[in-house]
């Protein structure tokens, strides 16, 4: 579907990296086969925006839940509640959150001598 769209001149994606990210988000959603998450990863990672908390992302769920010491992994909705804390610098949060969950994973998997 995104790829149609962008040979077909129906998105622009250098543009979409410069609007306001919940404008950036809704453009890209309605794309078939880009959900909010692709969306966001696209946004943080390729158009460097500087405020953007992918809460489905099972491992950034998984990395908050370990760094704050909670029992179960968040929901989406309480994460990103949680996340308003952050703005406007969110996806700094977010990647670091990746780091240590990263981080984490390595130590867990270290095979004992």
Do not use: H, N
């Given at each position: 579907?995104?790829?149609?769209?962008?040979?077909?001149?129906?998105?622009d994606?250098?543009?979409?990296?410069?609007?306001?990210?919940?404008?950036?988000l809704s453009e890209l959603v309605v794309l078939r086969g880009i959900g909010p998450?692709?969306?966001?990863?696209?946004?943080?990672?390729?158009?460097?925006h500087p405020d953007?908390?992918?809460?489905?992302?099972v491992a950034l769920r998984s990395a908050v839940a370990h760094a704050l010491d909670l029992e179960i992994r968040p929901e989406a909705k309480w994460?990103?509640?949680r996340a308003t804390l952050w703005s406007p610098w969110r996806s700094v949060a977010a990647r670091l959150f990746w780091?240590?969950?990263?981080n984490i994973m390595r130590r867990a998997m270290v095979p004992l001598p």
């Open positions: 579907g995104l790829a149609r769209a962008v040979t077909e001149g129906q998105i994606l250098d543009g979409v990296v410069r609007k306001e990210g919940s404008a950036a998450w692709t969306a966001e990863v696209y946004l943080m990672f390729c158009g460097g953007i908390f992918p809460v489905g992302d994460l990103a509640e780091g240590y969950y990263a």
